[in-house]
Structure formats: C-alpha cells, structure tokens
C-alpha cells in the first residue's frame, strides 16, 4: 500500500529536500578516541534487533481504542467537548491522535537516521564513526517497526507537522558537527523518549507498549553517546562558541514546549481548534508531559556543560530548574531493563502458549 493513500491531509509532495552543508570529515588515526564511546560501540553490536522476530506481530490494536490508552490520557478529557462527544466521535478521536502520534514518531525516526548517517561523515573521533553507524541501523529499524504499525495495523497517516519539520531543518542544515549531536541527540531524542515514555507505561496494548519499550532502549544509548561526546567537547570552545549552543537550546526548549499541539487532529475534529489547544496546552496531560520532557532534557545539558546564565533564567522561566538534579544515567538505564522485562514477559507467554 503506497503511503500517499492513507494520509488524512493533503501531502503536497512526497520528498523533502534541503542543503545539509555537510563537511566530511576523515581521520586517519584509527586507535586513539574515547574508550567510552569504543565500550558504547560493543554495547550498540550486542543489543541489535530484529523487528520481525522480536515483536509478534499478529497482535492487533482494539477497535475502539487502538493502543488501549485510558481517555485521561487525552488532552481535552473533561472539557465540555468532551463531554458533548457522542461514543463515535470519541473512536475516532482516539485513534487519530493515536495516528498522529505513531506519524510523528515515524517521521521524526527518519530524521534521526538521516541525522546519524550524517554524524558517520562529520565527526572527527573514529570510535564515534563506529558508534554512530550502529545507530544508523537503529534509526532505520525503528522507521521500519513505526511504518509497520502506521501501514498494517492503523491504516491511516498524517504528515510531519510543521514543528517536527523545523525543529528537523534547524538541526540538520548546521555545518559544525556537534550542532547535529545537540539537536537530534540531545534535544530531539529527549522529546521523543518523552512521548515515547507516555505509551510504554500506559498502554494496554501490549504491541504499542513493546514497540516503544524497545525502541526506548535504543535511544537510551543514543543519548548517552550524545552526552558523552559533547561533554568531552565543549570544555573546549570559546565562550563565544558556547553562548551560540547555548541560545540554540532555549529556542529549542522553548519551541519543543509550546508547538507540539496535535493542531492537525484538532483541524478535522470540527471543534474549534483554537479553544481546543487552548485546553489541551494547560491539561494535566500535557503538563505530565513536558514535565518528562524537561526531566530528559536538562540533567542532560547541565552534564555536557550548556549550563550559563541564559540556559538557566530560562529554566527558571519555566519552573523546570529542579530537574537538573536528576541523574540521568539513572534514567537512561532504567530504559534498558523495562525493555527487558518486555522480552521476559512474552517469553514466558509463549512458553504458556507452546503448553
């Protein structure tokens, strides 16, 4: 099934293009490089996948909800537009947020592999070139399970939404090598285990819940590569240098905080959009959220040294400054075992069935 056809908007074009300003980069000293980012690369060869096998894919998503999300989990649950749904509009409402929410996953995934290859070409450490090409095959197996749920099991796509695609084109079109780190590793990989961290604890869907468990574990690792190569990194650059970084993160910060609105759905609910946004920005929900957004986020950038005044009045500015004291090596690990305990529990479910 060609993608067009299940787009619930109009997709004007099927390719995205701009100029990525890639410097390639060879080194032709093939021992010296950090240790860690070389045991980070032994960790990436071990804990390789296979979608097909690892998932079951049999499973399907429950017809009047798809990925068994409680309707607490909605952004407008208990406004009065809530209330006045009748239980067929409340359907397709959960499985168009559900939609758009595996899309955006899908899309941003694609970026994060194009992201990583451009890493394999830019950065300067050869340990780090081995470490970013077994993530390359990451991003694309974590395409390959997103486009999977997308084509056979909802059977319904949006498009990338403008906010993903701009936090993407800032990212990626970035000459200096450590700027494509800091954007997709840090930033754009901490949005994301955000949300991915909303489905894997609590969905009831046990398919949607694996899939992001184990996509989780791999981007445990992407983030650590990305804390440990800029911490070495930035120590080195000039106050000046530091001060762009540390700009391009509060724009960031701030962004990723208020455009990420499902707008889209919201769009075709035939509800007005700007009351339902409105509602959904101050939901409980939505503060959950941002809240394991920032609990990603900023142990992070205090760890790699994006830590000045700027960065911190900002923090400041949205009441997140407390995260800082989060270990994130805690939470990062903690990733990889949940991931674990999936693999336990469908094997002792197959044992069972095999009974």
């Known amino acids: 099934m060609t993608s067009t056809k299940i787009y619930e908007l109009p997709v004007d074009i099927t390719e995205w293009k701009f100029d990525g300003k890639t410097e390639m980069h060879f080194t032709w000293e093939y021992e010296d490089g950090s240790a860690e980012l070389l045991n980070l690369y032994e960790k990436g060869k ?7 096998d690892r998932l079951d894919w049999t499973q399907e998503l429950q017809e ?12 407008i649950y208990g406004s009065p537009f ?18 758009h929410t595996i899309c955006q996953f899908m899309h941003g995934e694609q970026g994060a592999l194009i992201a990583t290859a451009k890493i394999v070409n830019t950065v300067p450490d050869m340990n780090a070139k ?10 694309a197996r974590h395409v390959e399970v997103y486009k999977r ?27 200096r090598w450590d700027m494509t780190y800091l954007g ?9 285990l955000a949300a991915f961290q909303r489905i894997r604890d609590q969905a009831k869907n046990n398919l949607s819940a694996a899939v992001n468990a184990y996509v989780m574990q791999d981007e445990a690792r992407h983030v650590t590569f990305g804390r440990l190569a800029l911490r070495d990194y930035y120590p080195q650059l000039s106050d000046h240098e530091r001060a762009q970084r540390e700009e391009f993160c509060v724009e960031a910060l701030y962004f990723m905080r208020d455009r990420f609105n499902q707008a889209e759905v919201w769009m075709r609910s035939g509800l007005p959009v700007d009351k339902l946004m409105e509602y959904a920005f101050n939901s409980g929900v939505m503060q959950a959220f941002r ?22 009045k900002a923090l ?8 800082a004291k989060i270990d994130a090596s805690a939470i990062l690990a903690n990733d990889g075992k949940v991931a674990d305990d999936f693999d336990k529990k469908r094997f002792v479910t197959d044992a069972i069935a095999a009974q």
């Not at 067929?88 to 409402?93: A, R, S, T």
């Not at 997709?184 to 994301?192: F, S």
């Not at 394991?292 to 830590?307: N, Y």
């Open 46 to 52: 071990q804990q390789q996948w296979n979608a097909t």
């Open 64 to 75: 009047d909800n798809p990925m068994g999300m409680s309707d607490e989990s909605i952004p």
């Open 82 to 99: 809530w209330d006045k749904m009748t239980e067929k509009e409340k359907v397709w409402l959960r499985w168009n947020l559900a939609s």
């Open 130 to 139: 081995f470490y970013a090409a077994t993530q390359v095959m990451d991003e």
């Open 149 to 175: 749920l997308i084509h056979e099991k909802f059977k319904m796509a949006y498009p990338i939404t403008e906010s993903l695609k701009n936090l993407l084109e800032q990212t990626l079109t970035d000459s």
């Open 184 to 192: 997709m590793q840090v930033l754009i990989e901490g949005l994301a």
């Open 291 to 312: 809240t394991r957004l920032f609990t990603r986020i900023v142990p992070i950038l205090k760890d790699i040294g994006l830590f000045g005044p700027k960065v911190q």
């Open 316 to 323: 400041i500015d949205m009441g997140v400054m407390e995260y």
